[in-house]
């Protein structure tokens, strides 16, 4: 399974930007995808998640400007970034913690997608 992550890039204070990420490979289902972030000298964080049933969560910095969706016909995640701010500049990773192959259940990660936003 392989997670490809797009969208990012550098974008001024203010702008939207909408990520992406797909995931390709021998999958029979994908329950819950998510979108964390990690900016220089800090910890990975989590951003929005999404089930397949449409439940989502917001981490606090989110509400309000992004919104995560799912298109399980096409096993891709999207994040969509409104009212982008400098704090948001981080590199952004998608995650799949629980995808059915035929070899069982397991996590899966994007190799990031890097987005810098200038005041």
């Known amino acids: 399974v392989h997670l490809q992550a797009s969208g990012g890039g550098l974008v001024q204070t203010g702008w939207s930007l909408r990520l992406s990420c797909t995931a390709s490979?021998?999958?029979?289902?994908?329950?819950?995808m998510v979108w964390y972030r990690q900016a220089p000298g800090k910890e990975r964080e989590l951003v929005a998640s999404?089930?397949?049933?449409?439940?989502?969560t917001y981490a606090d910095s989110a509400k309000g400007r992004f919104t995560i969706s799912l298109d399980l016909a096409k096993d891709t995640v999207y994040l969509q970034m409104n009212s982008l701010e400098p704090g948001d500049t981080a590199v952004y990773y998608c995650?799949?913690?629980?995808?059915?192959?035929?070899?069982?259940?397991?996590?899966?990660w994007g190799q990031g997608t890097q987005l810098t936003v200038s005041s």
């Open positions: 995650n799949a913690p629980s995808v059915w192959t035929t070899a069982g259940t397991d996590a899966y």
């Open positions: 490979g021998n999958i029979f289902k994908i329950n819950t």
């Open positions: 999404v089930r397949g049933g449409g439940d989502t």
